[in-house]
């Protein structure tokens, strides 16, 4: 089976089962889902398959993949799944598009096999994490509640997002996020109707999520080195990985495109879809 055939397809890391996913068609672009541990369906976009041969790995530990002993959850292990699937896919260098989480895989794969990377979207990311990192974005959360007081549920978001970091099961862990989630966008309250099916869907696996990983992530003396066309994708409105960080890799990376999204939270792709295609085909589709 040509394995950029849209479909599902499995293949064999060191015995391990790695599923990924196909959907449209053009250039290959590789999208790589946050958490650690969070479900690949969210980050689907419709606009994007209109012009890539999207490629959706399910990560190592979530869906219908393989699991792995929970120490070993670590960045290198992500990295390694990916370039399996990447040299999988064929000899062309592909486009990676790196939400969150996975915006720090697709940075540490580029800068490990710079060769295998023809362009790369940077999505509500950031090149370091730390007291700072999380510093800014628990003080965003806790004053969550006062930008919606007429919404009481906004009260019992910091709450929510805080069990995250207590949950052991998948089930625990799922149910705390999608208490959690209206806080990752611009207005949820305005919009819950039509984001009913994004928060339904959600899911978050325990294993990888509760993992810690003992390398600090911090690549910012890096960046000079990606040379490819490269996106830089942001949410103003991202308590967790917002313009402050983006404006660092777009600083950093010399051949970078930042576009800050006016009306978003951590999801632009589904807040504002057509600008959001519109920027990382901009970039991304020569």
């Known amino acids: ?5 849209p479909g599902t397809h499995e293949i064999d890391v060191d015995g391990v089962r790695q599923v990924y996913h196909v959907f449209g068609s053009g250039p290959v672009c590789v999208a790589l889902s ?7 369906e969210y980050l689907r976009s419709p606009g994007l398959e209109q012009h890539f041969t999207m490629v959706h790995p399910e990560p190592v530990g979530t869906g219908d993949s393989g699991r792995l002993p929970a120490s070993e959850y670590t960045m290198d292990t992500y990295v390694r799944f990916l370039h399996v699937v990447i040299e999988h896919l064929g000899s062309a260098p592909v486009r990676l598009l790196g939400h969150s989480y996975g915006g720090f895989v697709a940075q540490r794969y580029t800068l490990t096999h710079p060769e295998r990377v023809a362009g790369l979207a940077l999505y509500d990311t950031s090149p370091v994490t730390g007291a700072d990192f999380w510093g800014a974005a628990m003080a965003q959360l806790a004053a969550y509640p006062e930008r919606h007081p007429d919404v009481p549920e906004a009260a019992q978001v910091p709450a929510a997002f805080q069990r995250l970091g207590a949950a052991t099961t998948d089930a625990e862990l799922t149910a ?15 919009h819950r109707a039509e984001l009913a099916p994004f928060v339904a869907g959600i899911r978050i696996w325990a294993d990888p999520a509760n993992a ?31 313009p402050t960080w983006a404006k660092l890799l777009a600083e950093g990376i010399p051949a970078a495109h930042l576009t800050e999204f006016p009306d978003s939270g951590h999801f632009p792709h589904v807040e504002e879809p057509e600008a959001f295609v519109a920027a990382v085909t901009s970039t991304l589709s020569n």
């Open 1 to 5: 089976m040509n394995p950029l055939t």
């Open 34 to 40: 946050g958490g650690p541990g969070i479900v690949w």
């Open 176 to 190: 705390a996020l999608k208490e959690a989630v209206p806080v990752y966008f611009a207005d949820f309250w305005q």
């Open 212 to 242: 810690n990983d003992p390398a600090p992530f911090d690549v910012r003396d890096r960046l000079p080195e990606i040379t490819v066309p490269t996106a830089i994708l942001v949410g103003r409105h991202d308590f967790i990985c917002g």
